[in-house]
């Protein structure tokens, strides 16, 4: 029995070792990462429940494991506001780097939460699931401890490998669980049901995605969708294998994802951007350090100037919201409905190419990075 438990333990030693090879991010290039995925929240990503001021009673039907299933109704008014505001500072604070750790913990349990209301319409969307994990693992890194007018107090380096593991292990169990369901249903060899077809009925005409190339996807020939189903449940359900094989297979893997994602958009226009912020701790965080470090001079003769910036832009956000308005964000501007299209569609591109880069860059070698 000892031996069958240490052979155990010897192959998930080995197995961790292998995905924490594939995962290793030095911590300046998460410290710049931080400061992008603040401003990308701040900017364009913003939380917000505010809106739920607006929904009837009615709705009401939160799922069983949810801490809105806890309370008989919404929650007050004046709750979701302030959470607005709240939410604001504190993406400024993890941008400037100001207690960027509890801050993210912080942001970390307010969306937890009021996300349960969100969703509370009887079905949870999983555009933000994935995407809220990158909170508590980006707080158990030394994110903080760099360009950060007041620094985190520095973790083990065993500490912020775990946590980048974390993350490589739920982005490939997500895929896992979305691709299992395709496999047992796309994948049925009957050239008379296709599941790609399924979701550009539903979303042209039930949800109206008619953007982009969506209205030119009906002149096809039908046969050719069948293949479309095998490819995307077969991709979904190889996150592991990816993640086991190597960091350079990794990175590839998240680069097709990328991919997946931007050819979803421009086809069926479900964009799930943010997956940027989590596919980006891993080959967005090098290029942006690539980035700094080529034009250090020109950063730091800016360094106020971009501080003020982003502080008008979360004074200008908290002003909004305590103005009563409906509406403060990009995403609930009905006419502007392009520019989020366009914005997506520009994030991915960018997300692509930062892959691209690194698969193929002499100068990025694939070797365990300095923490």
Not at 13 to 22: D, N
Not at 210 to 232: G, H
Request: hydrophobic letters at 50%; proline letters at 4%; a positive charge.
């Amino acid at each position: 029995m000892t031996r069958l438990l240490h052979s155990i333990d010897k192959s998930l030693g080995h197995i961790f070792h292998r995905i924490e090879s594939a995962t290793t991010v030095g911590t300046d290039q998460l410290a710049l990462f931080r400061i992008f995925y603040g401003a990308l929240l701040l900017c364009y990503f913003l939380p917000s429940w505010s809106w739920l001021n607006e929904v009837p009673p009615g709705f009401f039907d939160p799922q069983f494991l949810s801490f809105a299933y806890l309370t008989d109704n919404y929650l007050p008014g004046y709750v979701y506001i302030l959470s607005d505001v709240l939410v604001i500072v504190l993406l400024l604070f993890i941008t400037l780097g100001i207690h960027s750790r509890k801050c993210l913990l912080l942001m970390f349990v307010i969306s937890a939460i009021l996300f349960s209301y969100s969703f509370s319409f009887g079905k949870i969307d999983h555009y933000t699931n994935l995407f809220l994990f990158t909170y508590p693992v980006l707080a158990f890194t030394n994110s903080g401890t760099k360009y950060a007018l007041i620094k985190d107090r520095a973790l083990s380096r065993r500490t912020q490998e775990n946590a980048l593991i974390v993350m490589g292990i739920i982005i490939a169990f997500g895929y896992l669980g979305a691709g299992l369901p395709k496999c047992l249903h796309w994948i049925d060899f009957d050239p008379d049901n296709s599941g790609f077809l399924s979701w550009l009925y539903y979303s042209f005409f039930n949800s109206e995605n008619q953007s982009l190339l969506a209205p030119y996807l009906f002149k096809i020939p039908v046969y050719l969708f069948e293949p479309l189903d095998y490819l995307a449940a077969i991709f979904e359900v190889s996150g592991f294998f990816f993640l086991f094989k190597s960091r350079k297979y990794w990175l590839f893997y998240l680069t097709l994802a990328s991919f997946f994602h931007f050819a979803n958009l421009v086809t069926l226009n479900l964009s799930f951007a943010l997956n940027v912020l989590c596919y980006g701790i891993f080959i967005i965080s090098p290029i942006i350090a690539h980035i700094y470090q080529k034009h250090r001079d020109f950063f730091g003769k800016y360094k106020k100037s971009l501080i003020i910036g982003m502080v008008i832009i979360a004074l200008i956000k908290i002003v909004l919201v305590l103005s009563d308005l409906p509406v403060y964000n990009y995403h609930n501007f009905a006419p502007m409905l392009n520019f989020e299209l366009t914005m997506d569609i520009f994030l991915w591109i960018f997300t692509i190419i930062c892959g691209i880069y690194l698969l193929y860059s002499k100068k990025m070698p694939f070797k365990k990075t300095n923490l």
